[in-house]
């Protein structure tokens, strides 16, 4: 064997016992890719529901909204009917009567209205609250998977250990997610 087969040979196994040490940080990354991924759906499930929320929210409102409306419609015909004079008094007093049914029927209708949109909108604030810390995870994530990246660059372990520490970040972010109400 000659001198520069031996170099070539001793090479070729630093080469592979390089490649065996970095290893670890390529799996790192696979599992870090995995991570961004659940935490990209979870992030995007949870900004949809918020959406679906804030529509229902709205649609509540609007139901508010127009019992209010005729609410407001009955009072101002209830008290027309107090100051007309009408020449049937018995039909003009079923009138009133049947106003003054429909405005408590609306009165108890208009609280249970505003109760519902309060708590749609209640809810609408939790998901996007949870929404934001999936994207912060997300976002702490993906700055680990591309420090990370960059030790097989540079072949410096410093490198992947300040990736662990922001996936690590990323992970707690997205888990605090469960301890929202």
Do not use: C
Request: charged letters at 25%; glycine letters at 2%.
């Amino acid at each position: 064997m000659e001198p520069n087969e031996a170099q070539e040979l001793q090479e070729q196994a630093e080469h592979i016992e390089h490649e065996r040490s970095l290893r670890p940080v390529a799996f790192t990354m696979s599992v870090v890719a995995v991570l961004v991924a659940v935490t990209t759906v979870l992030g995007h499930r949870t900004h949809t529901e918020a959406v679906l929320d804030q529509n229902k929210a709205t649609d509540q409102w609007n139901e508010y909204q127009a019992h209010k409306i005729r609410s407001n419609d009955t009072a101002l015909a209830s008290d027309l009917l107090s100051v007309v004079t009408i020449a049937n008094k018995d039909a003009a007093t079923k009138i009133a009567k049947s106003y003054a049914d429909h405005q408590a029927k609306w009165t108890d209708e208009l609280k249970e209205d505003k109760e519902k949109a309060q708590a749609l909108e209640t809810k609408v604030e939790q998901a996007e609250a949870r929404a934001n810390r999936f994207d912060l995870g997300e976002a702490l994530l993906e700055i680990g998977l591309v420090i990370t990246s960059v030790t097989l660059l540079t072949r410096r372990r410093a490198y992947w250990y300040l990736g662990i520490v922001f996936s690590i970040a990323g992970i707690v972010s997205a888990a605090s997610v469960l301890l929202l109400k």
